[in-house]
């Protein structure tokens, strides 16, 4: 039953990420909320953060103490009760003294991004924040870094981003397997779902939905202009195993709190899933929803040693396709134990950023052209300008370029974004043919890739 449920949800997410048309939407009734939401659409780029105990170890967050057989659950020993032990006793080890959220906020706006997402807590139930309804926690006093003065690491790294004029949003697992209230100590764990029957236990579910709801509004009231909870952990639905969390009663109160608060129930179409989440893929076609792809820059969602990231060129890549197709990019970049970013993380974007210096109209507040993508051009619009994004496959540039008058019309000059002059171009039966200045192609940041404006 189990393995039907899995490949169910597989099939399910395929369906609505290769075709548009398939996704239920249920669009925002709130004013405020619509509003926002639709500012947010036009930030295009943001930072997604896994970061826990788990990084110490450098694996997979939190999956290993689930009992599943599934690749991502595997663990470093046989005895899963001992694992489990070793695993919640990291806390008392972690000590990220190199902590420096200003120096990532910097590093983000740099590369031109308008958002990030943080795991305040993740599905093992450790808590980045300093919350009064848990000890496991980053300010407990178990946890060698709760003397540091910037230890309830949420309350910094909002502060810091935010001082920095990114929005900043809220991840947070709406299961927790430390969670007595949802895997109940007295039963064993078979798999990622509640381990009691909530019928015959319904008094044990309601002080967890009591304890999810206490600590998402201590969240909500404690940590300044928060614009968007990001709750993962999909599963946990009225739909399976009656796991209803009245997440309509707690987004009420909350925006109360918060108004205008996009709310985003991933997986779980209804009133409270704001924007779609295709995960570490871009969908088949555009979606006219508001939606954005969460993207891996190296390595894995949380942090692993010697991690590959993803070169600029393939970032701005995937950037261009995920806002051509009507997205947002949400880049996850991960904290290392010691609490900075590997070098890499920092060169990339760096880069991203000296792209987007030049680049950036073809992507903030654009919309989808009829024609989202032509051989390695992928577009966009804005206003009465149409956008070619040329992706770099290599170093490499033709100077002289054909784009089907088909495609393109009705337009009274092209520019090269970063490129002073109109370029040359001439317009045959088929064909618009465009004539580039190769000089400046062959320099950074042309190389990662280049825009052409056609001005209607």
């Known amino acids: 039953m189990k393995k039907f449920v899995i490949f169910f949800i597989i099939l399910l ?13 249920y669009p925002e009734k709130d004013s405020i909320v619509a509003k926002k939401i639709e500012e947010w659409r036009g930030l295009k780029f943001g930072l997604l953060m896994h970061w826990g105990p788990y990084s110490q170890w450098g694996i997979v967050e939190s999956w290993s103490i689930c009992a599943e057989d599934e690749p991502w659950c595997k663990r470093k020993i046989d005895n899963y009760e001992e694992y489990k032990r070793m695993y919640e006793n990291l806390k008392y080890y972690f000590n990220p003294v190199r902590f420096n959220p200003e120096k990532w906020a910097k590093a983000a706006k740099d590369a031109g991004m308008k958002y990030v997402i943080f795991t305040t807590k993740h599905h093992d139930g450790f808590c980045m924040f300093d919350t009064k309804y848990t000890d496991y926690k980053i300010t407990s006093k178990d946890c060698p870094f709760s003397v540091n003065p910037k230890a309830n690491i949420t309350k910094e790294i909002f502060n810091a981003f935010r001082k920095e004029g990114l929005w900043v949003g809220a991840y947070f697992s709406k299961p927790d397997w430390h969670c007595d209230y949802y895997w109940w100590r007295n039963f064993a764990t078979p798999d990622r779902n509640v381990n009691y029957d909530i019928k015959k236990y319904p008094e044990r579910w309601e002080k967890f939905i009591e304890y999810t709801h206490n600590q998402i509004t201590e969240l909500m009231s404690n940590y300044g202009k928060v614009d968007i909870l990001w709750l993962d952990g999909g599963w946990v639905n009225a739909g399976n195993k009656n796991q209803d969390i009245k997440l309509g009663e707690l987004v009420k109160q909350i925006r109360k709190l918060q108004p205008g608060l996009i709310v985003v129930d991933r997986a779980v179409p209804g009133l409270y899933q704001n924007y779609l989440t295709p995960e570490n893929t871009i969908p088949k076609d555009p ?40 997205g947002n990019l949400l880049l996850n970049i991960a904290p290392g134990p010691d609490g900075d970013w590997d070098s890499d993380a920092y060169n990339l974007l760096q880069n991203i950023g000296n792209w987007m210096k030049i680049n950036s109209e073809a992507i903030y507040n654009t919309k989808p052209y009829k024609f989202y993508k032509y051989e390695n051009f992928f577009f966009t619009q804005k206003e009465n300008c149409l956008y070619a994004i040329h992706p770099a496959k290599n170093k490499k540039f033709s100077s002289n ?51 052409l404006k056609f001005l209607k």
């Open 13 to 25: 997410t395929f369906l609505i990420y290769s075709n548009g048309e398939n996704i239920k939407y």
């Open 401 to 451: 370029i054909k784009i089907s008058s088909k495609i393109i019309n009705k337009f009274r000059q092209i520019y090269l974004l970063g490129y002073q002059q109109p370029l040359i171009w001439k317009k045959n039966k088929k064909n618009i043919i465009i004539e580039l200045p190769a000089n400046i192609l062959k320099h950074e940041p042309f190389t990662y890739g280049y825009v």
């Open 287 to 326: 979606i006219k929803y508001p939606w954005e792809s969460c993207i891996i820059a190296g390595g894995g969602w949380s942090w692993v040693p010697n991690a590959k990231y993803k070169t600029t060129e393939e970032v701005i890549a995937i950037l261009a396709e995920i806002v051509a197709k009507g």
